[in-house]
């Protein structure tokens, strides 16, 4: 099994309050992940980070910002968490995005409700 | 974009029973991949496979990549099969290597 951990795995929050996410792996891969996943819209990409302090947006990276200070590392922060944040979130890596070696692994998830 | 459809979307079957199932995708593709997600919500992955065969155990899965399709085989089922498996692919024509995901084909088997 891929070494990915995300902390927390359960976490309630209030609405308005800063909300971390952590990614750990230690697979060194370079290609690390957040996705959200919720009933009705499957798995839908956040952020990605292509390298240290490289990232870019998914399609729902609006009220997400992602940090990448070290290979092993990738950051979810929710500046001021929303009702509508509440959701199962993953982590993913992959040793590249290219066609042969796209193999795409997930964290455990974390459970976000905000209240 | 690229457009993934799986069907059936729900399907229930007794332990022990096969199973298929299908993948269709709207565009050529360099990546397809198939995961399972399990009643506790993990996401595994099952086959990295955009073209031909491949099999692991009671599980295989083929791509034919000219008919635009993928299919998930499952042989003598067991209840730990239950889940919901997604396919989940990379347009050729996406210079992004955006990853589209299907809607999943939820199964259940029962003992």
């Known amino acids: 099994d891929a070494g990915i951990t995300q902390s927390p795995r359960h976490k309630v929050t209030e609405t308005g309050t800063p909300v971390t996410l952590r990614c750990h792996q230690t697979?060194?891969?370079?290609?690390m992940y957040w996705y959200r996943q919720d009933p009705g819209h499957g798995l839908r990409l956040i952020h990605y980070?292509?390298?240290?302090?490289?990232?870019d947006k998914g399609e729902v990276s609006d009220g997400y910002s992602v940090s990448r200070s070290k290979t092993e590392d990738f950051l979810l922060t929710l500046e001021s968490a929303t009702s509508s944040q509440t959701s199962v979130y993953f982590c993913?890596?992959?040793?590249?995005?290219?066609?042969?070696?796209?193999?795409?692994?997930f964290g455990e998830g974390s459970r976000l409700t905000v209240l | 974009g690229i457009q993934v459809e799986q069907s059936p979307p729900d399907l229930i079957l007794q332990e022990g029973a096969n199973s298929t199932l299908r993948c269709n995708f709207s565009?050529?593709?360099?990546?397809l991949q198939w995961f399972h997600q399990n009643p506790w919500g993990q996401l595994i992955n099952l086959f990295y496979?955009?073209?031909?065969?491949k099999q692991n155990g009671r599980l295989s899965a083929t791509t034919v990549a000219t008919e635009r399709y993928s299919l998930l085989y499952i042989s003598s089922s067991q209840t730990t099969d239950s889940g919901v498996y997604f396919c989940?692919?990379?347009?050729?024509?996406?210079?992004?290597?955006?990853?589209?995901w299907g809607a999943g084909t939820k199964l259940i088997i029962k003992p």
């Open positions: 565009d050529s593709v360099n990546n």
């Open positions: 989940a692919v990379t347009s050729l024509m996406d210079s992004n290597y955006q990853l589209i």
């Open positions: 697979e060194n891969h370079r290609y």
């Open positions: 980070s292509y390298g240290v302090k490289d990232t």
């Open positions: 496979i955009p073209s031909g065969t």
């Open positions: 993913a890596i992959s040793e590249s995005r290219a066609a042969n070696t796209g193999e795409l692994f």
